[in-house]
């Protein structure tokens, strides 16, 4: 390689760093002291508003430190609103899986299914499923039957906790109840954050059933 | 070496140095203020879950560290009489507040423990007319000697339900009262959110 294809090459990174290096330091600068927010709105055909300026519905945006409102609507759907506060955070998430109003909406999303995965995918379906799920991810794990255990766990509605689960031992013996806790930690949960129901078990201290 | 070159690397490290720098500020700006208290402790660090060195130290109580969002562990060791330890906390979105508290050594928990179970026995026999039914393990005081635990194990001859109980009791006004009525094979904190968390936890691992 002779000189002056030397320089030319030279040339030719330093153009290439001090693009990237421009490029770096205006990104730095346009979003100094704001902050990221990422929308996942479904339908992705919903009409959406950060504090009455509209933006696309899965848009990543920079916003000020501060309170914003985030608005989804569409027609034959429900309006739905969402305030996120940013005023201490770098980046935050509104998702929005918008629910239809009517009939035609539902028929809505039957012409277009990829809209019904799209809400799936922000977790617009079946959500008492989905926060229940959060709160007890064991459930995900159930039900479970062992003959040699013997035990059988499933769960259920919890009274104690909104959208909380009861996990259920059943068909036990007292070494079956102890390898189902044995198994519950083996799933890698441990049973003093759950709220379980040993219902086979009558405890002798009272003479009855109970529930733990 | 020729002079295109050196221009060329000198001017691909100072950009690289450059974008390292932006690459920091914003890394900085990522992380959250959380103020850290604590007492009866010293030699208070924060570490990762899995990491085997202090990412921050914390000099007095009250400080002020900063963390990207994610899991923690808070260890330290306890002044004269006060056990060593660790605490999980989590950093999500937005600053927060931890606080430490370092409680009786095991050894002082054992010595409160041989004046205290006589009351202890004595509470579980008024508030259950079948703890007869049942072996009271020694059990275990915890925190600052208020709060016991213990396993009590069925010697009766029912042998659908001789499952091993547990139960915790804690000192209110100088009296011991059952805090997880009724005792039963596991114990929960939704069931007893006012029982502290590691309390129930150490009973159900007994």
Do not use: C
Request: no cysteine; charged share 15%; aromatic share 8%.
């Amino acid at each position: 390689m002779n000189t002056s294809q030397l320089r030319a090459l030279a040339i030719l990174v330093i153009v290439i760093l001090g693009g990237v290096f421009v490029y770096s330091i205006s990104q730095f600068i346009a979003h100094h002291g704001q902050s990221q927010l990422s929308l996942q709105i479904a339908p992705s055909s919903a009409q959406v508003t950060i504090d009455g300026k509209t933006y696309p519905a899965n848009a990543t945006v920079y916003v000020t430190k501060s309170k914003h409102v985030v608005h989804a609507s569409l027609q034959n759907f429900t309006d739905e609103e969402q305030t996120i506060d940013l005023s201490n955070r770098a980046s935050g998430t509104v998702s929005i899986a918008l629910n239809p109003a009517n009939a035609a909406g539902e028929q809505y999303l039957s012409d277009h299914p990829e809209y019904q995965l799209e809400r799936e995918a922000v977790g617009g379906t079946d959500q008492g499923a989905q926060v229940a799920l959060a709160a007890t991810p064991l459930i995900n794990k159930l039900p479970v039957d062992n003959i040699n255990g013997p035990y059988s766990i499933d769960y259920g509605q919890s009274t104690l906790q909104k959208n909380g689960s009861v996990i259920i031992i059943s068909n036990s013996s007292p070494d079956g109840r102890k390898n189902a806790i044995k198994w519950i930690r083996q799933q890698g949960f441990d049973p003093t954050t759950l709220e379980i129901n040993y219902s086979d078990f009558s405890n002798p201290l009272l003479g009855t059933g109970s529930s733990q | 070496m020729r002079r295109p070159v050196v221009v060329m690397v000198l001017a691909a490290v100072f950009v690289l140095a450059l974008l390292w720098g932006v690459s920091y500020i914003s890394d900085q700006r990522a992380k959250l203020p959380v103020t850290i208290t604590y007492t009866n402790a010293h030699a208070v660090a924060v570490y990762t879950p899995a990491g085997p060195s202090a990412i921050a130290t914390v000099p007095s109580s009250g400080s002020i560290v900063k963390l990207k969002s994610g899991n923690y562990v808070i260890k330290y060791d306890g002044d004269s009489g006060y056990a060593n330890g660790k605490q999980a906390f989590t950093v999500g979105d937005s600053p927060k507040t931890v606080s430490v508290t370092a409680y009786y050594s095991d050894a002082k928990l054992a010595a409160m423990l041989t004046q205290e179970s006589a009351a202890i026995l004595q509470a579980l026999d008024q508030k259950y007319a079948r703890i007869g039914l049942y072996d009271v393990q020694p059990g275990k005081l915890y925190h600052f000697g208020d709060w016991y635990g213990t396993t009590l194990v069925y010697k009766g001859n029912d042998y659908f339900n001789n499952d091993t109980l547990r139960v915790v009791l804690h000192e209110e006004n100088g009296s011991w009262v059952v805090a997880t009525d009724p005792p039963n094979i596991t114990l929960s904190k939704i069931i007893y959110p006012a029982v502290p968390t590691d309390v129930l936890q150490a009973v159900n691992n007994q």
